[in-house]
């Protein structure tokens, strides 16, 4: 099964060393979630780029600083920095990273996005997934989706690639979070910072996490930043 776990934000100005942080903090606590090589076990992770084949990057906090500053520098790139990771950590196995951040512009989301594949009947723990992008990347909103929930989402709510969306699960940075309504979702408690993480719907209940979509974007929970964008969060 293939699960994304995602979290945006708008202009953030970060610098690579503090980008690095970020990441470093990311790769850091992904094996102790998901123990798939045995506790304890190091990932391979390669690095991928827009040119040029794909490289064994060790995921140290000045490697990750010379891959992003590296990314910051090209000029193919507009503004802020990113990084694409990939790790096969076990048989059946597939970890994907990608994300960008440190940016200012006041029309391009910042995002950062987590993909997973797991063999049939694995368990993935998805809330501490999405808990971890939001206490290390201190996103505005996240979810954890699929395809088949997010086709639902575009079929039966007129959901749009670009909106804030929430899956199964969501979360809500403090101001968004001030306008769901009450009784939608039940509150988690996996965070350590500000923000609140919904159990929305359970794997493979489509109709519950579409509805819950609804009843969030009608209360203005789910308004996209306004445009010009003029800060990271809602």
């Known amino acids: 099964m293939r699960r994304v776990v995602r979290g945006f934000w708008g202009p953030r100005r970060e610098s ?34 827009a040119s040029g084949r794909p490289a064994p990057l060790v995921p140290g906090t000045e490697e990750l600083r010379a891959e992003l500053q590296a990314d910051h520098d090209s000029p193919q ?31 391009l989301i910042q995002a950062l996005v987590l993909a997973v594949v797991s063999p049939d009947g694995a368990e993935v723990p998805e809330a501490a997934l999405l808990a971890l992008v939001a206490d290390v990347w201190q996103p505005d909103i996240g979810d954890v989706t699929d395809d088949d929930l997010l086709d639902a989402l575009e079929d039966d709510a007129g959901y749009g690639v670009g909106d804030p969306c929430v899956g199964r699960l969501g979360y809500l940075s403090p101001g968004r979070a001030a306008q769901a ?6 509150v988690r408690k996996e965070l350590t910072g500000p923000g609140v993480l919904l159990d929305l719907a359970p794997p493979g209940d489509t109709g519950a996490a579409v509805d819950a979509y609804l009843k969030l974007r009608e209360a203005g929970a789910l308004e996209p930043l306004p445009r010009p964008m003029d800060r990271a969060l809602f």
């Open 16 to 49: 690579p060393a503090q980008l690095a942080g970020r990441w470093k903090a990311m790769l850091d606590a992904l094996p102790g979630l998901l123990p798939v090589a045995g506790p304890g076990q190091d990932w391979a992770w390669i690095r991928h780029r």
């Open 77 to 107: 790139t507009s503004d802020g920095a990113g990084l694409h990771l990939a790790a096969t950590p076990a048989p059946g196995w597939e970890v994907d990273l990608t994300g960008r951040g440190g940016a200012e512009s006041e029309y």
């Open 181 to 186: 309504p009450d009784g939608v979702g039940a």
